[in-house]
Structure formats: C-alpha cells, structure tokens
Nanobody, 123 residues
Framework: QVQLVESGGGLVQAGGSLRLSCAAF????????RGWSPQAPGKERGFVAA???????TYSNSVKGRFTISRDNAKNTVYLQMNNLKPEDTAVYYC?????????????????WGQGTQVTVSS
C-alpha cells in the first residue's frame, strides 16, 4: 500500500508564497510521476502541475510562471512552490502518484492520492 502525506498548507495574504510538500511511503515505487490537484469549494478537482520521473513537468495556464513543481527522488517527496498567490488559488491541495513515469494532468492517470492540505489566500 502507498501512503501520501501532504504538508505546508496554511493562510497567506494575496501576493504571498507557500511551499507544499508530499512524501510517499510504502512499497517500492519504481519510476513514477507526481502531481498536484487542488479542489476549491463547490468545484471539481483539477491538476495544476505534474512532474515525471526524470523531471519533465507540465502546468495549467492558471499557474504558469507562479508555481513550480519539483521532486527529490531519494526522499520520495514532491514539492509545489507557490508564489504570487491569489484568492482564487484557495483550495484543498491534493498530491497524487502515477505509476507511469510520464507526467499527466488527467486525474484518471493517477493511482494514489493524499488526504489534502488546505491553502487559503486572503485578499
């Protein structure tokens, strides 16, 4: 079984920054992709960033230039650096793990999910 544990969420003013982390625990993972998918109140979950095993990444248009996804394979951890945060970024941020090595922003591609961490951006 694989367990994903997110941390780093919180309350920040618009224009501020947060760094989310997600550590993976459990069985050997092989080469896998990771992603971050926020869910705002009343809205569906949707990926904003994903990174493949070798570091290739992809972003949604809404966060390009503001968010950076990175990973430390030795620590089985993925990070999301969020800068210039906006009130519309407010959401529960879920990290996910895809047993394939290519990054994807399709929710159906992912096999494991964390419990989520709350990010609140005040205006």
């Amino acid at each position: 079984q694989v367990q994903l544990v997110e941390s780093g969420g919180g309350l920040v003013q618009a224009g501020g920054s947060l760094r989310l982390s997600c550590a993976a625990f459990g069985r050997p993972f092989g080469t896998y992709a990771r992603g971050w998918s926020p869910q705002a109140p009343g809205k569906e979950r949707g990926f904003v960033a994903a990174i493949g095993w070798c570091g290739r990444n992809t972003y949604s248009n809404s966060v390009k230039g503001r968010f950076t996804i990175s990973r430390d394979n030795a620590k089985n951890t993925v990070y999301l650096q969020m800068n210039n945060l906006k009130p519309e970024d407010t959401a529960v941020y879920y990290c996910a793990l895809d047993r394939n090595s290519i990054p994807s922003i399709a929710e159906s591609a992912y096999d494991y999910w964390g419990q989520g961490t709350q990010v609140t951006v005040s205006s």
